[in-house]
Structures are given as C-alpha cells and as structure tokens.
C-alpha cells in the first residue's frame, strides 16, 4: 500500500473502480478531466458505464501508461465481494496485456463507505484480495519451448489512497487478505497435484511444515495407531493403494 495520488503514481496500469452511473463523477471526473475527456467518451459511446462485469483498457497520457476501468454497479449495492470479482475481472485483462506492475486507486471507495465504519478498509481488502486469487497459477507440470520465454506474469500491485487516516485503516484489511491469498494458493497447489505425487505420505510431510511455521499442533496417524483405534472404514479404503494411509490431525489453540 503506498500513500500517492493516483494521477501522480506512475505505472504501467492503473486500475479504477467505477460505479454505474451515465456519466463520470467524482473520483472518476477529476480523472476524466485531468485526460482530456477520455473516460466521458467511452461512457457516450456506450462502450462502458461501470456495470458488473465490464471491463475497459484505455491508453492514457498521464503518469499512468494506461487506465484500466472496471466496473462494479451501483454505488448503493457495492459489497465487498462484489470488488474482489472486479478486482479479478482487471487483474486477469492486465496480465492479458503482459504488465509487471498494476496499481489501483482507493479513493473511488470514499463515496461507497461513507458513514459506514470499517467499510472502506473492507473493500481495500476486497480488492487486493480479488488480484491475488486471479493471478494465481499451477505450472509445475506445464512444458514450454525455450523460444517462447517465460510466461508474462503481474510481479507488483500497489493499493494507492491519498488520505494518511484511510492508509493506516486499510492495513489490517490487507494483512488479512494477503493470508486469505497465500492459504488459497496452497489449497489450490495440493489440490493441482496427481494422486501419483499428493500421497497420504506427501500430505503429512506438508501439515507438519505448515504446523511448524503456524504454531499449530499436527500428529499424522500411521496404519498401526489407525488399527489400535479401530478406524476399519479408513483403512478399508486405503487397501486398494499401494501408498501406507495416514491420518492427519491438526490443532490449532
């Protein structure tokens, strides 16, 4: 999270989140204005109003190389869930369009949580949390030719807010939402695997490192302890593997 004006940040896309309406207001027309009425067009035109789901790429002679907008309905309908689908729906166009760095500006969420406390730092959350989960990527068992390079991937998101008292409100929400992100990605990782390399065996050795560094107590289960318990149904369905069943348990206190 950075402390800037968006019209002064410069990066390669900055994302905007833009409520449905006919014409740009503000956040929005302080942009549009800045631009030479580059955003009011696209709203005349028809080619964008901010409705769920729409997203728009637009060049722009700013400190910003190009202006992605994202649509994200009505003002009085925003959810959090609604922002982080927005959040996804820019971050998969911007790595369509190859770019290393996105940035996206906050401040078009003042109006949204306006006299709703603790909003503003849930939609921030939202969005970075909507980015992450959309650049997420399982490539470990994908070839390429050497020709090709590798894939162009979004290496840095920056959360902008012009405001010190918003910046210091957001952090929490973004702490949480980089937890969120990296417990989904690993989740999403096992899941990924083939059955020939996500053994039970595997999956043991993975709890216990994640327990290590989470202070959570893991205890996996051999086919001997599993016996002693009388657990007959597990064990039946692992007498078809030849991989030793284990049972993982872990606590968290």
Known sequence: ????????????????????????????????????????????????????????????????????????????????????????????????????????????????????VGFYGELAGAMAEGVGLALYHFDNYKSRDEKDGPPSRIEKLTLLTASKSRQASTEKSIARAEKIIDAVHTARDLISHPGSTATPTFLAEHAKKMARKNKITCKALGQNEMEKLGMGSLLGVSQGSDEPPVLIVLEYN
Not at 45 to 68: D, E, I, T, V, W
Not at 83 to 101: H, M, N, R, V, Y
């Open 1 to 116: 999270q950075k402390r800037d004006h968006p019209l002064e940040h410069k990066t390669e896309c900055l994302i905007l989140a833009c409520v449905e309406e006919k014409k740009p207001s503000g956040t929005l027309k302080k942009f549009n204005d800045e631009l030479a009425g580059v955003i009011s067009h696209t709203f005349e035109n028809k080619r964008f109003n901010g409705k769920p789901g729409q997203a728009l790429l637009l060049n722009s002679n700013g400190k910003a190389s190009n202006l992605l907008l994202v649509g994200i309905g009505k003002s009085k309908d925003v959810t959090a869930e609604k922002i982080c689908q927005a959040a996804g729906t820019a971050a998969k166009l911007a790595e369509q369009s190859k770019f290393k760095s996105i940035a996206a500006d906050l401040s078009s969420f003042e109006g949204i949580a306006k006299g709703k």
